[in-house]
């Protein structure tokens, strides 16, 4: 998923998707979907734009919140 940055003084971590990037997430998530894939867990980094993909990714699946496992400092993906 596509991300920015909103300035010279945002750090890496607080950057956010893009609105592309939030549509290929949705459009990610519809293909786990209609292949039925449901993933227990969503391990994710505290990176912004990696828990908003993630969360794009549980709503789009329509998996609880409890779902999803924040690691701070770990590697910006999610795994299933």
Not at 13 to 39: H, M, S, Y
Not at 50 to 64: D, K, V, W
Request: aromatic share 10%; glycine share 4%; net charge positive.
């Amino acid at each position: 998923a596509e991300s920015g940055w909103a300035g010279p003084a945002e750090r890496d971590i607080d950057r956010t998707l893009t609105a592309t990037g939030r549509e290929d997430a949705a459009q990610a998530a519809a293909v786990l979907r209609v292949k039925q894939v449901f993933p227990n867990r969503f391990y994710t980094s505290n990176a912004s734009r990696a828990r908003e993909t993630a969360e794009i990714f549980l709503q789009g699946l329509s998996l609880r919140a409890d779902r999803l496992i924040v690691k701070p400092k770990s590697v910006n993906r999610y795994f299933f």
